[in-house]
């Protein structure tokens, strides 16, 4: 089994309990549930914002833990003020150490997008993402069927969702490109065994549809290939660990983007 397998079957078991304990209606019940989402492709997109979707992650699979000590608000505002254009939180709590709770948390503390990053393989998930207070979800399809991601992304927008659409490879962007997505991720880290490389960013730039948003995940970690990138034709840069890795995440956003610009 990959890493990815194992996340998956757990996923399962973990909505499975998710749902027995809140119904789908209490979900909908949040105060959060009616709100208007922030778009994504608008903030990308905004000049005095740099396409920078900077993540919250305590841990992954591949390097463990991260950063045990960062407090959610601080470091999401902090992203906010640098001038990150949306920000992406793992609430992945088994292989990623994060919770629904960051999710609400970072919500209070931003007027950007938000991502709950996360692998859906219900839309019981994409439920509790509004709930929660997310503008984006993410739909992996390395996970998924190409059913599935037509009848989840439906169901997003159906909610004033934003949709990012994740591939790696050429014929998992061909089949799952449809209307209801809004940006297409290209990630740079194989989920089978979280190695990197960034050519697969550049190899699929060009096939992306014009009329989304196209953003680079993973593996970034200098703002020379934020450059290299945007010439590619990417607007949007989705980093991970480069900040979280360090003892102070805000301020390494904050030299991060003043060398970028």
Do not use: W
């Amino acid at each position: 089994m990959t890493i990815l397998d194992k996340i998956i079957e757990k996923k399962h078991l973990e909505v499975a309990r998710a749902k027995a304990n809140v119904s789908i209606e209490q979900l909908a019940s949040s105060p959060l549930y009616l709100r208007t989402c922030y778009n994504l492709k608008e903030s990308i997109l905004n000049p005095q914002r740099t396409g920078v979707i900077a993540e919250f992650k305590r841990a992954s699979p591949s390097k463990g833990l991260i950063n045990g000590q960062a407090d959610v608000k601080t470091v999401v505002q902090g992203y906010q003020e640098a001038g990150a254009s949306a920000v992406s939180v793992l609430t992945d709590h088994d292989f990623f150490q994060g919770n629904l709770e960051d999710l609400a948390a970072a919500r209070q503390a931003l007027n950007i997008p938000l991502l709950r990053k996360e692998f859906i393989v219900d839309t019981y998930q994409i439920a509790e993402a509004k709930a929660y207070g997310a503008d984006i979800i993410l739909l992996i399809a390395a996970c998924l069927t190409v059913h599935e991601i037509k009848s989840f992304a439906s169901f997003a927008k159906s909610l004033g969702l934003n949709v990012l659409l994740e591939v790696h490879n050429e014929q998992e962007l061909v089949d799952n490109i449809e209307a209801n997505v809004d940006a297409v991720g290209v990630n740079n880290r194989n989920l089978k065994d979280f190695s990197v490389d960034l050519n697969h960013s550049y190899d699929l730039v060009n096939k992306i549809p014009e009329h989304v948003i196209k953003v680079s995940e993973s593996g970034i970690s200098d703002p020379k290939t934020i450059k290299a990138l945007s010439t590619a034709g990417f607007q949007g840069f989705l980093i991970g660990e480069n900040f979280m890795k360090t003892e102070n995440p805000v301020r390494a956003i904050q030299e991060f983007i003043r060398e970028m610009r």
